[in-house]
């Protein structure tokens, strides 16, 4: 259950630090800074019966990584508050 949390967390970390990082611009620009991991265009299989189309992609920058380390942090701390 602990494991799960801090996961969840770390992956809400991620999105909330990579839309701080696009939404910042003047000063703090370089919390954008970043790119995109895995396939831009989707795999797809055509059976004529199915078709499985397959994709992924994350994008990464800064601002995602810093709101990485400090969700992480964030969920240890209220996993030993909650002492889950």
Same mark, same amino acid.
């Given at each position: 259950?602990?494991?799960?949390?801090?996961?969840?967390?770390?992956?809400? &970390?991620?999105?909330?630090?990579?839309?701080?990082?696009?939404?910042m611009?003047?000063?703090?620009?370089w919390l &954008?800074? &970043? &790119? *995109?991991?895995?396939? *831009? $265009?989707?795999?797809?299989? $055509?059976?004529?019966?199915?078709?499985? *189309?397959l994709?992924?992609?994350?994008?990464?920058?800064?601002?995602?990584?810093?709101?990485?380390?400090?969700?992480?942090?964030?969920?240890?701390?209220? *996993?030993?508050?909650?002492r889950?």
């Amino acid at each position: 259950m602990r494991r799960l949390f801090i996961l969840i967390f770390c992956i809400l &970390g991620l999105i909330v630090g990579v839309i701080i990082g696009e939404q910042m611009t003047g000063a703090l620009s370089w919390l &954008g800074l &970043g &790119g *995109t991991i895995g396939f *831009t $265009d989707p795999l797809v299989l $055509d059976l004529k019966v199915i078709v499985l *189309t397959l994709g992924f992609w994350c994008k990464i920058n800064v601002g995602g990584v810093i709101g990485l380390v400090i969700f992480a942090l964030l969920s240890k701390w209220i *996993t030993g508050w909650l002492r889950i």
